[in-house]
């Protein structure tokens, strides 16, 4: 079965520094692959996707992601951070078959002014 | 458009009590799911549909029951509350498989269910 592993549970960054925030998925194949972000109280939101070709995705809100399939990873990056991004974020994977995405457990991000 | 709309936004049970939460999306997209997050655990997939008339089972499916008849809603029925099933509940839609690109899933508010 496929699974996704975000293994940082808490990320802390002052307001302006750089963020990467990791993910790893375990299944031979290339899958689809997501990001999304959750504000508090709120639904979810899609920052970006990947699915094939240019393996560097930008994203909304300054966030973009790199694919790299030898490490099975799909890390999402911002070069400045802004408070405003304080939120979870969720890695998410979806193969062939139902392609119902499967979800990671999250990684809350803390940002200090 | 409304999107992905969920009710109640809260509902409080007794143990033993059953109840239905209700999922409609106006895009008339094919895929529908279910999800139930709760701290620390992420998202987990209760029951998940490809089209009217068709679901499947999800992560976690035990106690919860769908049915799919229209491709508007997407129901999640309780059949006999517990505690362990408080927690926050998403519904989601989407295209699904389009050519070689997978849609984005749209997320509903979410039902926030606390079972006493």
């Known amino acids: 079965a496929q699974s996704v592993t975000q293994p940082d549970i808490h990320i802390t960054v002052s307001e302006g520094a750089s963020l990467e925030l990791r993910c790893n998925y375990s299944?031979?194949?290339?899958?689809?692959l997501f990001w999304y972000v959750q504000s508090p109280g709120q639904g979810l939101q899609l920052l970006l996707k990947y699915f094939s070709g240019d393996t560097l995705v930008q994203g909304i809100k300054g966030f973009e992601a790199e694919f790299k399939r030898s490490q099975s990873s799909f890390n999402l990056r911002k070069p400045s951070v802004h408070w405003s991004d304080a939120a979870e974020y969720f890695c998410a994977v979806a193969l062939g078959g139902s392609y119902i995405p499967t979800f990671g457990r999250g990684t809350s991000l803390i940002v200090h002014p | 458009n409304a999107g992905v709309t969920q009710t109640p936004k809260f509902q409080v049970l007794k143990t033993g009590q059953s109840m239905t939460l209700q999922c409609a999306q106006d895009?008339?997209?094919?895929?529908m799911s279910w999800y139930r997050q709760d701290p620390g655990m992420g998202l987990r997939l209760i029951h998940y549909s490809v089209g009217a008339g068709i679901t499947d089972q999800g992560e976690v499916p035990n106690g919860y029951n769908v049915s799919r008849s229209t491709t508007e809603d997407f129901p999640l029925r309780l059949l006999s509350a517990a505690p362990s099933q408080t927690s926050v509940y998403f519904c989601?839609?989407?295209?699904?498989?389009?050519?070689?690109?997978?849609?984005?899933?749209?997320f509903g508010p979410g039902t926030r269910l606390t079972v006493l």
């Open positions: 989601a839609s989407s295209w699904g498989l389009q050519g070689k690109s997978l849609d984005t899933q749209y």
């Open positions: 299944y031979g194949a290339t899958p689809y």
């Open positions: 895009m008339n997209h094919e895929y």
